[in-house]
């Protein structure tokens, strides 16, 4: 029999030898995973998805993320095995380290078969699911730098024809915000050469050490010389509650299966493929802040992305957007540089009351804005996805009459409460045991149940 001291230590060894296990090697064993330049991408099983884009593992940080489920749902192989199994952390280990033949059966008898301090596996947990994510990220520029880099590159480049027509027939944007906050992205060495140039010409100072701090630029070895990213598409710069530029999103003109339409302005991949680059650095998950031209409300809009926000403005109303419902984190932070707001309306996609996972996100934002600031009155708007999938396109059409507001303990319990039916008429439990066949069905009654419920069809 071993001893408990024998037990520990056979416990640490094994967890050792899983560091030699990749990342997309334990995910992949259970969901089928395609490359994708520096990380692979799946279908998550957790909210069983319908199209790539929401689950992603990076190998080179040894993590995986679902951007629909939000921070719980991410982490090392290991924990993957502990979600997907609904096991604790410490069996998934041992499951994992069976699998890859990291230990004999034998050991696996011996040693997992045993009843584990419950304060022991946790701690366990939070030494090695932390082990690969303390890495020291690249140096990024003071706000100040990337404030004056990004309106220096603004006031460099153009709009071009077809971005300005859309921006002004299907956005119905006025041409004072087109010029503020929109340009054409330069995607040739010619254009991006002019802009350094001109970027140093102005800010002397600026030189390539310090612009390689910049998210989007880098050193490229191979050319010798300072250069920035980017795609053919439509530049638009995000604001902080200060007014300030905090970073470039990009729409993309084209897209491929499994791409994201919307990209960030964005260097990290140089700083992990240092033998070609120098420097290089992301710019985070910025909140972006919409003010009208005439503010005469007390009343901020939260929504998803920088269009929605356009519309919610005309009104007067102050607006930030988050580049997806699961990219809330620190948006209390973003709330509270902004005065004299009495009412909170939350605009999402029509789409999240059939995409539960969504709803859930919107909620613990809710609770934590709540919690953060208790005399701030939170509503949900809803409305029928007929009408419009975002509140942009409900909007223009026409149809803003079609919006209802919910008090948030009501919203809570309509949405949930069709949710758990939705479960119990499929006979499950819980999304993970929904058939990948199944699952835009699913969505589309839940989604017909919920509008139904809240009186919205």
């Known amino acids: 029999m071993a001893?408990?001291?024998?037990?520990?230590?056979?416990?640490?060894?094994?967890?050792?030898?899983?560091?030699?296990?990749?990342?997309?090697?334990?995910?992949?064993?259970?969901?089928?995973?395609?490359?994708?330049?520096?990380?692979?991408?799946?279908?998550?099983p957790f909210h069983r998805d319908t199209k790539l884009g929401s689950f992603i593992v990076t190998p080179d940080r040894g993590i995986w993320k679902c951007f629909s489920c939000g921070d719980d749902y991410a982490g090392n192989g290991v924990k993957f095995v502990s979600l997907y199994k609904h096991i604790t952390y410490l069996d998934a280990a041992f499951d994992t380290a069976l699998e890859f033949g990291l230990i004999s059966y034998d050991e696996y008898r011996k040693y997992s078969k045993k009843k584990y301090d419950a304060d022991y596996v946790r701690k366990l947990e939070k030494r090695y699911?932390?082990?690969?994510?303390?890495?020291?990220?690249?140096?990024?520029?003071?706000?100040?730098?990337?404030?004056?880099?990004?309106?220096?590159?603004?006031?460099?480049?153009?709009?071009?024809?077809?971005?300005r027509k859309a921006l002004i027939t299907e956005r119905k944007l006025s041409t004072e915000r087109i010029e503020k906050d929109y340009f054409s992205?330069?995607?040739?060495?010619?254009?991006?050469?002019?802009?350094?140039?001109?970027?140093?010409?102005?800010?002397?100072?600026?030189?390539?050490?310090?612009?390689?701090?910049?998210?989007?630029f880098f050193y490229d070895k191979k050319h010798q010389k300072l250069t920035f990213t980017g795609y053919k598409g439509l530049c638009i710069l995000i604001r902080n509650a200060e007014g300030h530029i905090e970073a470039i999103q990009i729409r993309k003109?084209?897209?491929?299966?499994?791409?994201?339409?919307?990209?960030?302005?964005?260097?990290?991949?140089?700083?992990?493929?240092?033998?070609?680059?120098?420097?290089?650095?992301?710019?985070?998950?910025?909140?972006?802040?919409?003010?009208?031209?005439?503010?005469?409300?007390?009343?901020?809009?939260i929504t998803e992305g920088r269009f929605k926000s356009e519309r919610l403005t005309e009104s007067g109303n102050i607006s930030v957007s988050v580049q997806g419902v699961a990219s809330w984190q620190g948006i209390e932070e973003t709330i509270g540089k902004i005065r004299d707001i009495h009412n909170v309306f939350l605009f999402f996609d029509s789409d999240i009351l059939g995409k539960h996972v969504l709803f859930v996100q919107s909620e613990k934002?809710?609770?934590?804005?709540?919690?953060?600031?208790?005399?701030?009155?939170?509503?949900?708007?809803?409305?029928?996805?007929?009408?419009?999938?975002?509140?942009?396109?409900?909007?223009?059409?026409?149809?803003?009459?079609?919006?209802?507001?919910?008090?948030?303990?009501?919203?809570?319990?309509?949405c949930n409460g069709a949710f758990e039916d939705a479960l119990k008429k499929y006979g499950i439990t819980c999304l993970q045991e929904l058939k990948q066949e199944k699952v835009k069905e699913f969505e589309c009654y839940l989604q017909s149940l919920t509008e139904s419920r809240l009186g919205l069809s």
């Open 185 to 216: 992205c330069p995607t040739n060495w010619r254009q991006k050469d002019a802009i350094i140039n001109k970027i140093k010409e102005k800010y002397p100072v600026y030189h390539d050490d310090i612009l390689k701090t910049v998210p989007g």
């Open 3 to 44: 001893t408990n001291k024998e037990r520990y230590e056979f416990i640490e060894a094994m967890f050792d030898k899983l560091d030699s296990i990749s990342v997309e090697r334990i995910v992949g064993h259970y969901i089928k995973l395609i490359p994708k330049g520096r990380h692979w991408m799946g279908l998550c």
């Open 365 to 414: 934002m809710a609770e934590k804005i709540k919690e953060r600031y208790p005399a701030l009155h939170l509503r949900y708007a809803f409305w029928s996805k007929k009408y419009g999938k975002g509140i942009d396109d409900c909007i223009i059409a026409g149809n803003i009459e079609k919006v209802k507001l919910y008090e948030l303990p009501d919203a809570i319990n309509i």
């Open 253 to 301: 003109d084209t897209i491929k299966e499994g791409d994201s339409r919307y990209v960030w302005f964005s260097s990290t991949f140089a700083y992990y493929n240092a033998n070609d680059y120098d420097g290089g650095c992301g710019c985070g998950s910025p909140k972006d802040v919409c003010y009208p031209q005439h503010q005469g409300k007390h009343t901020l809009c």
């Open 129 to 163: 699911s932390e082990k690969k994510k303390n890495i020291q990220m690249p140096k990024k520029a003071n706000p100040v730098i990337i404030h004056n880099v990004y309106q220096c590159m603004k006031d460099c480049c153009t709009l071009n024809p077809e971005h």
